[in-house]
């Protein structure tokens, strides 16, 4: 536990040093407005529907299949 101490200790003093650092290596830049939120919402629910879908069929598949009486037996 004294060790995990000493290492929080020694990040805490270095902080302050953090503006040192190039702009690009302490907060990278996010593209702004690089999809149209309504273009980006309907993708992802396009998405979410047929993995929902698929998910239903493949569901259905398995039910079917592991129901059969097995021929060994």
């Given at each position: 536990?004294?060790?995990?101490?000493?290492q929080?200790a020694a990040?805490?003093?270095m902080?302050?040093?953090?503006?040192?650092?190039?702009?690009?290596?302490?907060v990278p830049?996010?593209?702004r407005?690089?999809?149209p939120?309504?273009?980006?919402?309907?993708v992802?629910?396009?998405?979410?529907?047929?993995?929902?879908?698929l998910?239903?069929?493949?569901g259905?598949?398995?039910i079917?299949?592991?129901?059969?009486?097995?021929s060994g037996d």
């Amino acid at each position: 536990m004294g060790h995990e101490q000493n290492q929080g200790a020694a990040l805490l003093q270095m902080l302050p040093l953090l503006w040192l650092l190039p702009h690009s290596w302490a907060v990278p830049e996010v593209p702004r407005n690089a999809l149209p939120s309504d273009l980006l919402e309907n993708v992802l629910c396009g998405v979410a529907f047929g993995l929902g879908v698929l998910g239903i069929i493949v569901g259905i598949v398995l039910i079917i299949y592991f129901r059969k009486p097995c021929s060994g037996d």
